[in-house]
Structures are given as C-alpha cells and as structure tokens.
C-alpha cells in the first residue's frame, strides 16, 4: 500500500505565501508524476500544478507566476510553494502521485486526503 501525506495548509491573508509538502510512503518502486489538485467548495477539482521525476513541469494559469512545485525524488515529497495568495485560491489541496509499486508492472494514481488552504483577511 501507499500513503500521501500533506501538510502545510492553513488560513492566510491576502497576498501571503503558503508551502504544502505532500511525502509518499509505503512499497513504491517508482513514481512519475506527482501534482497537487484543488477543490473548493460547490466547484470540481483541478489541476493546480504537476512535476515528473525528470522535474518538467505544467501549471494551470491561475498558478503561472505565484506557485512553484518542486519534489525531493530522493525522499518521494512533493512541494507546492504558494505565493501572491488571492482568496480565490481558497480550496482543499489534494496531493496526487502516480505510483508503481514493487512486484508490479503497472502505475496506480493515490490521493492524499486533502489539506485546507484559506485566503482571507
């Protein structure tokens, strides 16, 4: 089995800056691409940015020049640095990794559980 496990989130002011950190554990061979979603309320969920483990990455534009992602291959984590936060970046943050597990030939997508960013004054 594998588990993500985010941490991070939290209320801040406009214009503040957040990190999110999101560690895998368990039996991973490998992992190719890691991202980080979001989800507010009434809305669905979105890519907000991914990173492969060559570190190529894509962003949403509502992302483009305020958030980073980056990952720790060495160390299965994912990081999301947010910056410039507006309040309509207020959502749950998910973490998403596309894992292959030892003893298998395939990549299975895991989800985190979801870590609370709020954007408010």
């Known amino acids: 089995q594998v588990q993500l496990v985010e941490s991070g989130g939290g209320l801040v002011q406009p214009g503040g800056s957040l990190r999110l950190s999101c560690a895998a554990s368990?039996?991973?061979?490998?992992?190719?691409?890691m991202g980080w979603y979001r989800q507010a309320p009434g809305k669905e969920r979105e890519l907000v940015a991914a990173?492969?483990?060559?570190?190529?990455?894509n962003y949403a534009d509502s992302a483009k020049g305020r958030f980073t992602i980056s990952r720790d291959n060495a160390k299965n984590t994912v990081y999301l640095q947010m910056n410039s936060l507006k309040p309509e970046d207020t959502a749950v943050y998910y973490c998403?990794?596309?894992?292959?597990?030892?003893?298998?030939?395939?990549?299975?997508?895991?989800w985190g559980q979801g870590t609370q960013v709020t954007v408010s004054s």
């Open positions: 990173i492969t483990s060559g570190g190529n990455t």
């Open positions: 368990g039996s991973i061979f490998s992992i190719n691409v």
């Open positions: 998403n990794a596309e894992v292959t597990v030892f003893y298998s030939d395939y990549e299975v997508n895991y």
